[in-house]
């Protein structure tokens, strides 16, 4: 009887406690009208290689590959990519890089009494693959160089100019800056606002199907369906090397679609009706190695009012366009390699 009472008197305290917790979260979300967060989960300690704050960061030079780029910030804090004003959306992946540079933690630091100085080419550091020079607002510099990626393919080769440590960063580090010069690049007058060469799937939504080819292993394109075996001992996908090279040439193609005319910039949902873009008959999806979301989005809409084209909508520069009609056809010719047995 008293081991019941007990017990009731416990449940009870317990429930006045649990009703008092709920009380004060809802008290807080309407005092701040957002639910709480777990404070440890949002908050990243600045770990990696550069300790600086990201809006410290005023100038960053590319260079690598007989290629250069300069990224630049105004006195808006706008980033300029070779003194011209960049997309938003370049901007978000410059901002990136910078991030990253500053919060990614080493997955292991090299240092110079574990490697030789013979180990630096085979790491692809001595010449770098691709190099950094990083500039602060108070006109300090960094230069770091990047080099190959790690046998595991989840880290790349880093090191500080005049430092004898060697850092393997995640891969995304570097693969963000290359998307970075490569759609500063690029521009607003090709179709894809990125190359093929920093692409590693890629997503055509067309005849009411979702169609996804990826690269294997080697680099090679396969269509995620019926064109490719799995390996024992896991699930790795090897491309058809008969289809390989058609959906390589094809794709290839593609990134080399001119915009015949930019119609408008920012259109409304009257325009994109008028073009057939409210509910596109074809959408591309363009992923990197290295982003859980695609880096471009395309779609494509009706025929030109002229014929001689059809209106497309590139999500990355907002911007309502007209391409050739080769877009459609090159599309075509990848949906119907998409249902080629193998």
């Known amino acids: ?41 949002t908050h990243v300690e600045a770990v990696g290689i550069l300790p600086l704050s990201p809006e410290r960061v005023s100038r960053v030079e590319f260079s690598g590959g007989g290629q250069r780029a300069v990224f630049s910030r105004n006195s808006r804090q706008e980033w300029l990519f070779d003194n011209a004003p960049t997309e938003p959306a370049i901007a978000g992946h410059i901002n990136t890089a910078i991030r990253l540079l500053t919060i990614s933690r080493p997955r292991r630091v090299l240092a110079e009494s574990e490697y030789s100085p013979g180990q630096l080419g085979e790491y692809g550091l001595d010449p770098p693959r691709f190099a950094l020079v990083v500039a602060e607002a108070g006109g300090n510099t960094t230069c770091l160089g990047f080099g190959e990626a ?10 500080i100019i005049g430092r004898p440590e060697l850092y393997l960063l995640p891969r995304d580090v570097g693969e963000e800056w290359q998307l970075a010069r490569d759609m500063s690049e690029r521009g607003a007058n090709l179709l ?52 390989a090279p058609l959906i390589a040439t094809e794709l ?91």
């Open 252 to 342: 290839g193609v593609l990134e080399r679609v001119p915009v015949a005319r930019i119609v408008t910039r920012h259109p409304d949902a009257a325009a994109l009706a008028g073009a057939g873009l409210e509910h596109p008959s074809t959408i591309v999806l363009l992923y990197s190695r290295d982003t859980a979301g695609p880096v471009a989005r395309i779609e494509l809409g009706n025929a030109a009012a002229d014929d001689l084209g059809r209106y497309a909508r590139i999500q990355q520069s907002d911007a309502l366009v007209i391409v050739p009609d080769d877009a459609a056809q090159h599309l075509d010719t990848l949906l119907q390699l998409a249902g080629t047995p193998s």
């Open 1 to 41: 009887m008293v081991a019941a009472t007990v017990s009731r008197a416990f449940a009870s305290s317990l429930g006045i406690m649990a009703a008092c917790l709920m009380a004060g979260l809802l008290g807080v979300i309407a005092v701040s009208g957002r639910w709480p967060v777990d404070a440890p989960r």
């Open 192 to 243: 894809l606002p990125v190359s093929i060469a920093q692409v590693w799937a890629v997503e055509i939504v067309g005849r009411g199907t979702l169609y996804r080819f990826e690269r294997d292993p080697a680099g090679l394109w396969f269509h995620h369906v019926g064109q490719h075996v799995h390996t024992p001992g896991g699930f790795v996908h090897h491309a058809d090397p008969t289809l």
């Open 150 to 159: 790690t046998p595991a393919q989840n880290a790349q080769y880093v090191r």
